[in-house]
């Protein structure tokens, strides 16, 4: 089992930056791609950002492109989401996931935390 517990969200302003922390426990992630998802309000979870087990590969969702980075480290379990220029239509509860099969879906998720972008 893995466990995963996000955290860095809150309250901001338009135009400023977050760093969104998933920290794992339970089992090493190393090996996982490691994905970042939100969910605003009455929408459905959609997918932000991903990278492989080494760092080497990232994916980004269009509208977060060049604003976001993603990142992780390994020796420490961790994963990252650096947000820049955010926006309001960034305002979402953000979810922390582990693929464990490359390829495959995710397999475990955190509790999520909340980002909220106020214009």
């Known amino acids: 089992q893995v466990q995963l517990v996000e955290s860095g969200g809150g309250l901001v302003q338009a135009g400023d930056s977050l760093k969104l922390s998933c920290a794992a426990s339970g089992r090493t992630v190393t090996t996982y791609t490691m994905g970042w998802f939100r969910q605003a309000t009455g929408k459905e979870r959609e997918f932000v950002s991903s990278?492989?087990?080494?760092?080497?590969?990232?994916n980004y969702r269009n509208s977060v492109k060049g604003r976001f980075t993603i990142s992780r480290d390994n020796a420490k379990n961790m994963v990252y989401l650096q947000m820049n220029s955010l926006k309001p239509e960034d305002t979402a509860v953000y979810y922390c996931?582990?693929?464990?099969?490359?390829?495959?879906?995710?397999?475990?998720w955190g509790q999520g935390t909340q980002v909220t972008v106020s214009s």
């Open positions: 996931a582990a693929s464990t099969v490359t390829g495959g879906g995710y397999d475990y």
């Open positions: 990278i492989s087990w080494s760092g080497k590969n990232t």
